[in-house]
């Protein structure tokens, strides 16, 4: 790839203006020989700092996409160019349902959305006039980050589409081959790693072939990453509430099991803990009622990170963050470790795209076990960052709280698998 613009790059002064070693090695790979201007895909674990290997590649282009699935990981990427880049303003634009700047024919750093590509027909006059110049223009690059969900029928046209009108698709994951059917997960559970790559080849050969790949175990060893203990965390049902969930069907039963009142108990329990030692977390649930239910029990100082709430009044207050430049603001008063910010609630909102440094950010816990490898990486992956320059590698825990009898039960044990095979590590279990 021509170098169109060499006084584009990373500022003086800023914390990416020196990569992480994971980070020079691997920009040292994309940038020489063959792989200059290389179609494929970057695997790294969450917490590696994917973002800054993207950007050190768009800053030596001219047209650039940027495709996220998350709402959040389009402002991030935003954030990061205008943060950490000298590409001037004007030329960084965003595309999404309430921004829709217009793009520079000659000069384009362009972060979207997969789905804000899709449905045509349904979109506003604006949009159709962005869709068209995404269309029409010849992208230097094309950045598909969490490039995992890329091979689902409507994602794959897109891409496929962009590739026509591409000098490159560079597509950035921490789990590409957990985005599968559920038939061919099974099948792989028991295949050897030369076979499990064989697959993903296949599956993502509309992108390219792996350009460069780090294991979460090669992270660890070398201390890229912080050390990472994962304790299943099993909370039995009192006889009341047991009672209540053999007594009840269909969605009220899984309620009733989703969230018994030792699972209140334990996250009360691990939060005092941790405050106590003025460390920061953040508790996952898939549910919007759990991250209310949670949040008061928990009381001041956290803080709800979630989607777009048709409860206007409770959205509106303080501690509920449904925008992205609300749910950003937090992420920066921790980042800026205010005093005052002990921890997050968050729905799936804040599986990925949370980019939180702090080192007093270290720790998750998970209400909802999901049998998802993908989502238990993208968890986890929250609270690993680790920085060179810190005197001891971060030490971070994940704690899986898991109901006996329930549906957290029935995918623990692919939970144990991923544990033990991808993070280098063995579940401590206690109740």
Known sequence: ??????????????????????????????????????????????????????????????????????????????????????????????????????????????STHYSMLTAVSSKSGDSRRILDFVNETHWDLVVCDECHHCPSNCYKEIIEDLKSHSTRILGITATPIRKLSKGLETQLESASSEERAMVMEDVFDFIGPVLFSKSWKEMDEKKFIAKLTFFEVQTEMDSKTQLAYESTTGNTRAYVGNLPTTKMEAIWNLTRMHMLRDQVGIVFCDHVWQTTEIAAMLGQGWFTLRGA???????????????????????????????TVHGIVATRVADAALDIHSKRFCYAISVDASSSESTNAQRAGRIIRNNPNWEVQKQANYYDLVTPGTQDEEASEQ?????????????????
């Open 309 to 339: 709430s048709d409860d206007k009044e409770e959205a509106n207050a303080s501690d509920v963050a449904t925008s992205i430049e609300a749910r950003m603001a937090i992420k920066d008063r921790i980042n800026k470790d205010d005093p």
């Open 415 to 431: 939970r144990r698998r991923f544990v033990e095979s991808e993070a280098c590590a063995t579940p401590h279990t206690s109740r």
């Open 1 to 110: 790839m021509e170098q169109t613009h060499t006084k584009w790059g990373f500022k003086d002064g800023s914390e990416w203006s020196k990569p992480l070693p994971v980070q020079a090695e691997c920009e040292g790979v994309l940038n020489s020989g063959e792989m200059v201007g290389m179609s494929g895909m970057v695997i790294l674990p969450c917490g590696s700092g994917k973002t800054r290997v993207a950007v050190e590649q768009a800053v030596q282009c001219s047209t650039v996409l940027f495709l996220s699935y998350e709402m959040s990981g389009v402002a991030q990427f935003v954030s990061a160019l205008k943060e950490h880049t000298n590409i001037p303003h004007k030329f960084i634009n965003t595309f999404n349902g309430s921004t829709k700047d217009r793009p520079n024919s000659l000069f384009c750093f362009l």
